[in-house]
């Protein structure tokens, strides 16, 4: 059981909607139907093993935080299918698409927690994904709000415990502030090494990442993506959380 001061800690704030427009009547019917099956149980103790939440273990495990619409994730899943694939979404729209392109495509190598993502980081056994995908995530521009931006010293931290070494983290943003954010965080912990040798890098999409419409309705705008990945370094270390940091 849980003590009683995590018993009584509030759960986390989540920022941002997790309702737009109301469903369609299909997509009402496939979250109720059919999220119940690939929903992700926090329940229980201990860590929890990413494998045993498929029929047959998955050769590696990708997460991906925040997925949108999930044509993203769906579309890796459906090209590894040897992956098994945790995607995390707060916004109820979202996960109602994602289960729409999991009945098209007709998936079974994906499961979904349909909330914050730090409650599943916080259970997820260490060293247990291979990838972590974090793309056009919430940029949140004013200078007051940057504290609810998700990349933060503390997520790194957990996301450098649960990448197993070698393991690489994907962020995508079309916003420079955010980007420069995400950059200063990320070169400054120590688990995480940034893979760019050239402008290039960064500048250009990998073949094996499609499209979002995030990322064509940015360019449509004229804003200019950038494509960060980082490894997780074998000897990496993660100095302990201080009160108040």
């Known amino acids: 059981m849980p003590s009683a001061d995590e018993g009584d800690r509030p ?21 109720e139907e059919r999220l119940p099956a690939l929903a992700i149980d ?4 201990g860590p929890l093993d990413p494998m045993q939440l498929f029929a047959e273990p998955p050769e590696a495990i990708w997460l991906e935080i925040g997925f949108g ?18 995607g995390a979404e707060v ?10 392109h999991i009945d098209e ?28 995908f974090l793309l056009f995530p919430d940029p949140w521009p004013k200078a007051r709000h940057s504290g609810r931006r998700f990349i933060q010293r503390e997520t790194l931290d957990s996301l450098a415990r649960l990448l197993r070494p070698g393991g690489e983290l994907r962020v995508a943003s079309d916003d420079p502030g955010y980007v420069a954010w995400a950059l200063a965080h990320l ?21 094996d990442w499609p499209e979002t419409r995030y990322e064509a309705k940015a360019r449509q705008a ?16 993660i100095p302990e959380a201080h009160p108040g940091r």
Do not use: Y
């Not at 926090?42 to 103790?45: A, H, I, S, T, V």
């Open 69 to 86: 619409g999930g044509e993203h994730l769906a579309w890796q899943a459906e090209r590894t299918p040897k992956v098994g694939f945790i």
């Open 222 to 237: 004229g804003r200019q993506p950038t494509f960060l990945r980082f490894v997780r370094r074998r000897h990496g270390t």
């Open 187 to 207: 070169m400054r912990h120590p688990a995480f090494c940034w893979t760019a040798r050239r402008p290039q890098d960064w500048r250009q999409r990998p073949d």
């Open 105 to 132: 495509r007709q998936l079974d190598n994906v499961r979904i927690h349909a909330d914050d993502a730090r409650p599943l980081l916080e259970r997820l056994a260490p060293g247990s994904i291979a990838r972590i």
């Open 42 to 45: 926090l329940g229980g103790e």
């Open 11 to 31: 759960p986390p704030r989540t920022f941002g909607r997790r309702r737009g427009r109301p469903l369609r009547a299909a997509r009402d019917r496939l979250v």
């Open 91 to 100: 916004f109820v729209n979202g996960v109602a698409s994602l289960l729409r």
